[in-house]
């Protein structure tokens, strides 16, 4: 039996196929694959994908629902942690709806440039940066998202950014819905620095 010839029409039907597995993804994501940089030309020729910015691409039939953007952000900002209110979002805690994507950034890294990308950036200490990430995997690539227990420790850290009735609302939602305890909630307090802020808070709804 012969072997299949791995035939011009058959490589580029592979590299199609490849970008459709990615669904939104970096140039050397794509050459990780086996394929070449050419192959990403030819794909872009043939309207197989769309070039989102320098070195980042997407399939063009992928969706990702209603994820889509935060994929999208991730992938161009790297280094940035779904925050605040996209957090909220992301974990079905309080009624909060953004139009942007809130992304946080340790203090002292370069802001990046996203004109085209509804994201909103917010500075984090650089301890607080890297507490209570969680890692999602989602269609086209994986999240970086703020714990629920972080998330509303974030909300009161910037309770004049987001309002102090959405920061007891997703408090109180966050215990309701037991997607964190008391003690979870109450280290990620003294991470942000606002234990005595959210004290009142949390002995109300115990």
Known sequence: MKAKRNTPSTRIAAAIEAARSLGVFRAREFVGRGFSREYLRRLGVRGEVTQLSRGLYRYRKFEAGEYQTLVEAAKR????????????????????????????????????SAADLPVRLHVYSKVSHAAGIEEHGLPGGTVRVYSPAKTVADCFKFRSKVGIDVCVEALSDCLRQRRATLPEIERHAKICRVSRVMRPYLEAMQ
Not at 81 to 91: E, G, I
């Open 77 to 112: 900002i790297p280094d940035g942690v779904v925050c605040l209110l996209s957090s909220l979002v992301f974990h079905r805690l309080g009624t909060q709806a953004p139009h942007a994507v809130w992304l946080a950034l340790p203090r002292g890294h370069r802001r990046p």
